[in-house]
């Protein structure tokens, strides 16, 4: 029984096999790849905000009317 596949990783974007120390195939993907982080960092700090207000109407509502 030999080893089939030699240890490798795969690209995040394309799925492309590629070597172990690599998270990224090509300049391509990384720059789709940071496109993609920055979307992700985008949505993660407008669901904060949310939160933030969401939690100071309730803070509010209570101090107001409660
Ligand atoms: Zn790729």
Redesign the pocket.
């Known amino acids: 029984m030999a080893n089939a596949v030699p240890p490798h990783n795969h ?6 096999s ?1 070597p172990v120390s690599e998270t ?3 300049e ?2 990384k720059q ?1 790849y940071q496109k993609m982080m920055k979307k992700k960092r985008y949505l993660v700090l407008a669901m904060w905000v949310m939160i933030i207000v969401f939690l100071g109407i309730l803070f509010f509502s209570d101090y107001l009317f409660g």
């Open positions: 690209c995040m974007m394309c799925m492309k590629i990224l195939c090509s391509e993907c789709k």
